[in-house]
DNA sequence: GTGTTTGCAAAGTGTTTGCAATTTA
DNA sequence: TAAATTGCAAACACTTTGCAAACAC
């Protein structure tokens, strides 16, 4: 698996949102953003990252995804209550929750037009649609 | 505040579904279904039979709430990553989240006939809308 | 009386934080 | 070298669990 991203890159991009590129941050950068969308856990991030031979503190991978998400780099998940999910996507979409495995997909624009997909993945069954309109006081 | 449930009925609706009327539950299931729909959490329907002068423990509170949703009588609310709520609603419906008080409401159906309500709270701003489309494998 | 339920306290899980040591600019 | 960042371990919030005492039937 080749990395596409030039050191100078990530080097901009967190420069670019306002963020020190630490050793940490550029190889949790380059895990998150180097090869498509992901959906992490801040367990599930570490473990790519010792897999991946990175010397990084748990502590700090989740440090690492509150700064990303707070500098708009990923978005949160909300799919369990008692883990948090980011997924490295930030546009408006939707997702499939496997509840029996705990992963997540994007779903497909073209399948979110009626809020009730007709059209699931192979040998899912519906458990059920979340719609949470999130709201915060004006001003 | 009149509670119109005689014993003899919540005494039935718990057997109804397989668990002992004991004090504890009983009184539980007068707080969260004798007025109306609630959504709680765990520790909030503690406070409120602490409130009420019930004597019951925490613990007790959490198995209550497990039960009652595998009965069927509450459905859990995934609307934050640390906290479990459960509405005593458990018909297919969507909800406000108001995310400065951690309050949830009901959306009125009239509402969500389109994915993005355009008529939200007074003083209240959208911060986004989170639809899952939750999975299960096939038998 | 027998099996269920409760309450307590301890343990568990995911997450956050204080702070000294290290790294970046 | 001044300020930011890291890693550790301790602290945290929420939740679950083991077990003896209390309760329901």
Do not use: K, W
């Given at each position: 698996m080749v990395d596409l991203q030039p050191d100078s890159e990530v080097i901009r991009n967190l420069r670019a949102v306002g963020l020190r590129p630490t050793r940490q941050r550029m190889a949790l950068a380059r895990l998150l953003f180097g090869h498509g969308n992901r959906h992490v856990t801040a367990e599930s991030l570490y473990e790519s990252a010792q897999r991946g031979g990175i010397r990084v503190s748990l502590a700090t991978v989740y440090n690492t995804l509150h700064q990303f998400t707070t500098a708009g780099l990923l978005r949160q998940v909300i799919v369990d209550s008692s883990r948090s999910y980011y997924d490295t996507?930030?546009?408006?979409h939707h997702h499939f929750y496997f509840e029996d495995t705990g992963e997540i997909a994007d779903i497909?624009?073209?399948?979110?037009?009626?809020?009730?997909?007709?059209?699931?993945?192979?040998?899912m069954e519906l458990s059920r649609v979340d719609i949470v309109v999130r709201l915060r006081g004006t001003a």
């Open positions: 996507n930030v546009d408006e497909p624009s073209d399948r979110i037009n009626s809020i009730v997909p007709t059209d699931l993945p192979d040998n």
